[in-house]
């Protein structure tokens, strides 16, 4: 079996890493930036951090921030007509997954406009040019967009996420600051760091996980357990450790793939607009008691990596559970709920049908029927 690793090409880390990026510009040769982030990060002067560096060194751009949430279609060929309207010729994208989803979707199209009807870049797209060079800038720890070749886009005629894989929309550059971290509010800080260790788990018990990124899983599940919840706190150390661990997660699972967790909670944001990494917190113990007996001794290093003493000690059941617990903890301890009001039984069937087609389900260790999906969507009913 031939396992494959893409990452950036550069990729920049730590307090004042934002500064590089005119830098890089300069040398890339760009000479109009389509700068994309989202309204509430413009509003709040996130955005600004980084274009403040721009006019200061007369770097010339355009600002688009027509992004929901949840990218939808639209957004994303609003993007495309913004960028080509601008006559940009290289991206810059800041924010979260949303940001980075809706540029990453742009820069393929520009690139490859036979698909720009958004929809036939679904699964494993066949692009044949790479996407608009783009820096990427998060402002959240933990989608890892700016290293994943993966991006999700919301279909709301369909009521459906779609997920795209495609090696030709990884970003050049990746810069993760954590100053530019430091402004998310407890929630989102607590929801994205949980979607950052369900990256973690997922990649490190999927069917292709492999030694290279066995290694990333597990470091990165330790810098999460570490960190989270000073991160929420928004101490400094902790925003640091969660910039890290979230990156090296998106490292490994971009490249590897993730299960049912991710496919369920895809279908959650779908049909109730949950943010992505609250569905992910709620589904990731249910999901880890339903892989457990599929994933030989993982979950013991997942435990140990998680910060449980004596692993070594206990018995296979033992350290299983105590990997449940310690994620149940961490997640009770950032303030993630157990349930989700908006979920009916008789919303069940097409919650359990839309799971078992999204993109994230076939690397699950444990093959699912409709009715186990069902049940553990019953499991986060209030």
Known sequence: MVNRIVLN???????GAIEEIPGIAQREGFHKIFVCSDPDLVKFGVTAKVTDLLEKAGIDYTLYSEIKPNPTIKNVQDGVKAYQEAGADSIIAIGGGSSMDTAKAVGIIIKNPEFADVRS??????TKHHAVKTIAVPTTAGTAAEVTINYVITDPEKVRKFVCVDEHDIPAYAVIDPDMMSSMPRGLTASTGMDALTHAIEGYTTKGAWEMTDMMHIEAIRLIAENLRQAVENEPKGRAGMALGQYIAGMGFSNVGLGIDHAMAHTLSAHYDTPHGVACAMLLPISM?????????RLR??????GVKDVDSMSQEEYRTAAIDAVKKLSADVGIPATLDKIKEEDLDQLADDALKDACYPGNPREATHDQVKELFRKIMA
Do not use: D, Q
């Open 121 to 126: 870049l679904e699964g494993v797209a066949p």
């Open 9 to 15: 090409t550069v990729s920049y880390h730590g307090k």
């Open 289 to 297: 008691e339903f892989n457990k007996e599929y994933t030989g001794t």
């Open 301 to 306: 290093e997942v435990a140990r990596a998680m």
